[in-house]
Each structure stands twice: as structure tokens, then as C-alpha cells.
């Protein structure tokens, strides 16, 4: 077992695995093996700074244009929250990013570019912060109206 990290992570990944469950505990490589548990941090984060995106970018052209609005974008909004709290309710240490100001603006930044590129809307007719509360963002039944 000496795969390299930097060769094929996969495979490297599970002989630490094995390492770990033979008690071999002195063959681990435990630089890379915090690296990657840090990693899965970041991995969470970054799955839901990205479904928080989507979903205020559907309600951005909710409320945006409302001409448009159909059963599809209320699916997506659906969808976005019921994901979202499940990973809340499935990694609880992540709610408070929901209250960290620089998070939402992040979420809120990437939602711009985004209802931008998929919609045509100029930015610079967009608000340049969230106008809702995440409280309201995540209800199931709130719409911007």
C-alpha cells in the first residue's frame, strides 16, 4: 500500500481506510488525511453557498419578472429548500452561515452573476444586497412579491 496522494487520491484514500481499520496507525499519512477532512468541510459549505445561490437567483427572477414566472421556477425554489434544510438538519454546524453577513453576500454576489447570464437582467438594476431575510428566503411558502 504506498499509493501516492498526489497520484490517484481514490486509491489512496482507501488504503488509509484500510490502514486505519488494520490499526496501522504509524503507515498513516496524516499531513494529507487532515487535509482531506478539511476538505469535507469546505465540500459542505460550498454545496450549500451554491444551492443558496440558485435559489436566490429563482427568486430574484421572481420578483424580477414576474411575467415569466412559471411551475418550473416554483420547483426549483421546492427543491432548493427542501435541500438546503436537509443539509442543515444533516450537518447542523453549518446554520450559522446563514447569519454570517459576508456568506449571504457571497450567495447573494454569485446569484447576480447568475439570474444575469441566465436572464439578461442588468446587474446594476438588481439590488446590491439581499433585500429578504434568510428567514424568508428559506420559508416554503414565502414568494417576493
Known sequence: MNTSYETDVVAWANEQAALIRA????QLDLTHIAEEIEDVGKSEQREL???????LMHLLKWNFQPALR???WTNTLRHQRSAIDRRIKGTPSLKPL???PD????SWDDALVMAQKETGIDIGTLPDVCPWTMA???TDSW???
Open 23 to 26: 490499526g496501522r496507525f504509524d
Open 143 to 145: 414568494l417576493p412579491e
Open 103 to 106: 456568506w449571504v453576500q457571497d
Open 136 to 138: 424568508d428566503v428559506l
Open 70 to 72: 412559471s411551475a418550473s
Open 98 to 100: 446563514l447569519e454570517k
Open 49 to 55: 453557498a451554491s444551492r443558496m445561490a440558485v435559489l
